[in-house]
């Protein structure tokens, strides 16, 4: 691996300020620069993490010298535009989930990072963490057998606020594109991609989920059973039953190290797994691992997986009647399409 890889991070919200601590702590990553609209955020920012260049817009950043690698925090309806605006640039992405709103602009998104030959990954941070990584060992062991249902929530209250992130359209607010992701993530990575879906939303008066209750169906009847709100605190436990036992993913199940094995025979094991700082760290050196070995996606998080991802989560939406502007096919995106085609 590179010795060090110069960071620079596009959005300065509270999840950007998670993310800036990690790279404090992880090994081989450097925080170079950041970027906001505001300058003064950007200045603010950068004297508290002691970041030497900091910028009052991100066509600033991509001009930034020795700058490696970027991570994109901004909310979800910019993430599609910012990301090609640094992938044209030649510069490698990691960009927060959801990937863009739609599916369209993932596919404009994967389009770009491959036609410009440059690295993309989805920062499902989740997919990386030592838990879910011996989640996936102890199936894969046939430890509670064949998976066949699924369970899992996520769930808090938020505050209201019209236009605040969680609640506005126009910045891809919402329940399910904000926190559901997560148990659709987690039933794609288990049992693969739905022969039915069954879904159902509440609206907020500004006309965001505030909750989603959703039902995929498979073949040899398994099943999964995901619920997510931003109105409600909810255990935020994941269950994953099997033919000869279950997993428990302990609360807050996304970001948890700790889960516990409970077979028919009767045998618990409960396992905790260390690690320094929120997480953030792993997907961070899953992407220079990429980099090093000159790789354009990850093999853990692959633009397929986000693909498959977003596409599920667009039929959730069809069946719940959640919009975003975005929604729209404009004249630009046909252009788009056009120039990489080419």
């Not at 060090?4 to 300020?17: D, E, T």
């Not at 209750?213 to 099997?242: H, M, Q, R």
């Not at 050196?285 to 000159?294: D, Q, R």
Request: charged share 20%; aromatic share 10%; proline share 3%.
């Amino acid at each position: 691996m590179k010795q060090i890889y110069n960071w620079g991070i596009v959005g300065l919200g509270k999840i950007a300020h998670q993310f800036a601590l990690d790279i404090l702590k992880t090994e081989n990553a450097n925080l170079w620069a950041v970027a906001s609209r505001s300058k003064q955020k950007a200045i603010n920012f950068a004297d508290e993490f002691n970041v030497p260049n900091a910028y009052g817009s991100y066509n600033e950043l991509v001009d930034c010298k020795d700058l490696d690698v970027v991570y994109i925090a901004t909310p979800h309806s910019f993430h599609c535009e910012n990301t090609i605006l640094f992938l044209d640039h030649g510069i490698p992405v990691l960009c927060e989930k959801p990937l863009a709103i739609n599916s369209r602009q993932v596919s404009q998104m994967i389009l770009a990072s491959r036609g410009r030959g440059v690295f993309l990954m989805e920062a499902m941070w989740t997919r990386f963490l030592p838990m879910i990584n011996n989640m996936l060992k102890l199936i894969m062991e046939d430890t509670i057998g064949d998976v066949v249902n699924i369970k899992a929530d996520f769930g808090f209250k938020a505050n209201f606020n019209a236009s605040s992130r969680l609640f506005d359209a126009k910045l891809g607010g919402g329940a399910l594109l904000d926190v559901g992701i997560y148990p659709v993530f987690l039933s794609l990575l288990l049992l693969g991609e739905p022969n039915n879906i069954i879904a159902k939303s509440d609206f907020a008066s500004t006309g965001v989920d505030e909750y989603c209750k959703i039902v995929f169906e498979y073949e040899d009847n398994k099943t999964a059973f995901l619920n997510c709100s931003i109105t409600e605190n909810t255990p935020t436990i994941a269950e994953i039953y099997g033919t000869k036992g279950m997993i428990t993913l302990q609360s807050r199940w996304h970001e948890s190290n700790k889960l516990t094995v409970k077979l028919l025979t009767g045998e618990t094991r409960d396992y905790e797994f260390e690690y320094n700082g929120k997480g953030y760290n792993f997907e961070m050196i899953e992407v220079m691992k990429c980099l090093t070995n000159g790789k354009l996606e990850s093999n853990f998080m692959s633009l397929e997986f986000s693909r498959k991802l977003i596409n599920l989560l667009d039929k959730v939406r069809e069946k719940t009647g959640i919009t975003y502007p975005e929604d729209n096919i404009s004249t630009s995106d046909i252009s788009f399409q056009k120039i990489y085609n080419n």
